[in-house]
């Protein structure tokens, strides 16, 4: 079974604060996912990477940044925490070409105050 | 206009009943479709693929209509444990990078 992990289920943190948000997947998944989730808008992609060091924004990527130093773990950096990056955060993970089922992790809900 | 818009609903409906979800998306050139699901503070599971013949689970039926840009999922015999919301999927040109509605959420009453 793939199993994809996010480091906080509920984190709460204050505006100007920066976040960091970490994913691990144990499938050696060669692509992964941020988003976030918003009532009435679905998912909206931040950012993805098809491989270690690479990154590729999604529809939303202002005010985030990534980091994938290594193939298991991919992080959602937060530089300065504002109150409409309050939301749910989900990450992904897909192997590559071929498949397109992605598998989330639980997700982190995050409070900006 | 959403790349992707589904009925919010909540549908209610009872057990035992038949339920049907439609999905319209904007990009002619996507070339995969699929449900997903979500329970009530979890993440999304994949539900089933949808292909071009339409294919069938079990209790659930999902068909694509190409030329409508449409696709929509059965659900024959409701459990209680259907309740959820149900998320149209579909590729972004063709690529990896999935569009998601925002889902509709379903309610089945004892």
């Known amino acids: 079974d793939v199993k994809v992990t996010q480091s906080s289920r509920y984190l709460v943190k204050r505006t100007g604060e920066k976040v960091f948000l970490e994913c691990v997947q144990d499938?050696?998944?060669?692509?992964m996912f941020w988003y976030r989730q918003d009532p009435g808008l679905g998912l909206r992609l931040i950012y993805f990477?098809?491989?270690?060091?690479?990154?590729e924004k999604g529809d939303i990527p202002e005010g985030y940044s990534v980091s994938r130093e290594k193939k298991e773990r991919f992080s959602l950096i937060l530089e300065s925490a504002s109150t409409n990056q309050t939301s749910m955060y989900l990450c992904?993970?897909?192997?590559?070409?071929?498949?397109?089922?992605?598998?989330f992790g639980p997700g982190t809900r995050l409070l900006v105050l | 206009r959403k790349e992707v818009e589904q009925d919010p609903g909540p549908f209610n409906v009872p057990e035992g009943a038949t339920v049907a979800f439609n999905c319209t998306y904007s990009?002619?050139?996507?070339?995969?479709f699929f449900w997903y699901r979500q329970d009530c503070r979890k993440e999304p599971k994949l539900l089933m693929s949808?292909?071009?013949s339409g294919n069938e689970d079990g209790r659930f039926t999902a068909q694509l209509n190409r030329a409508s840009q449409y696709i929509s999922l059965l659900i024959r015999d409701s459990k209680l444990s259907d309740s959820a919301t149900y998320l149209c999927?579909?590729?972004?040109?063709?690529?990896?990078?999935?569009?998601f509605g925002s889902g509709t959420r379903l309610l089945v009453r004892p």
């Open positions: 992904a993970s897909t192997p590559l070409a071929g498949s397109e089922t992605q598998y």
């Open positions: 499938m050696d998944h060669e692509n």
């Open positions: 990477s098809y491989d270690v060091k690479m990154k």
């Open positions: 990009n002619s050139a996507s070339q995969s």
């Open positions: 949808v292909y071009s």
């Open positions: 999927v579909v590729n972004k040109d063709s690529s990896y990078k999935l569009i």
